[in-house]
């Protein structure tokens, strides 16, 4: 009989951290590509750390750290996660927003991207505008941020645990 201390291993939750950003990414693309619903500029940068969680994920699986190892994987992709759940978080507050409060809405990111230089593209990119303030999904009573910032705090406490757990391999 297998028991849940059993599979909460390092090692299982590397895996997870890899995968569940992949999922969410996937059901991202699902929504923009099948849905329709095109993606703001925080949602893109949510996207972003949602990857680089998942890519380091994977590279503290396939490397398979001793202590200090995973505990500095645990440093970073907890400073991933929870930057990208202050985006997400942004992204809630702007939606929380009256319409005539929210902020107007902004470029696409190509003319962003095209016009401005670097830094004042990001800029803008962290700010979002009001499309992004723009509530077109929910599930449960929550929008796509509010899930997000969940699964940021989630992928945040598997990176502590993971480090915390002394079967590293």
């Known amino acids: 009989m297998l028991n849940f201390q059993s599979l909460l291993t390092a090692r299982n939750l590397r895996l997870g951290i890899f995968i569940v950003p992949l999922c969410l990414l996937s059901f991202g693309y699902y929504l923009q590509y099948f849905e329709g619903l ?5 949602c893109i940068t949510q996207r972003f750390f949602l990857f680089t969680c998942s890519c380091l ?4 699986l396939l490397h398979k750290p001793a202590l200090l190892g995973a505990r500095i994987y645990a440093l970073i992709g907890i400073a ?3 930057a990208g759940a202050g985006i997400a978080s942004r992204q809630l507050y702007l939606q929380s927003l009256p319409a005539d409060q929210a902020p107007a809405c902004g470029p696409s990111l190509d003319f962003i991207f095209q016009t401005f230089p670097l830094t004042d593209a990001l800029s803008i990119l962290l700010r979002g505008d009001g499309n992004c303030a723009e509530v077109v999904w929910r599930f ?30």
Do not use: D
């Open 57 to 60: 994920g994977l590279i503290a």
């Open 38 to 42: 095109e993606p703001c500029a925080l």
């Open 140 to 169: 449960l009573g929550l929008s796509i941020p509010g899930w997000t910032v969940i699964i940021f705090i989630g992928l945040a406490v598997s990176w502590l645990l993971q480090s915390r757990i002394n079967k590293a391999v």
């Open 80 to 82: 991933i996660s929870l």
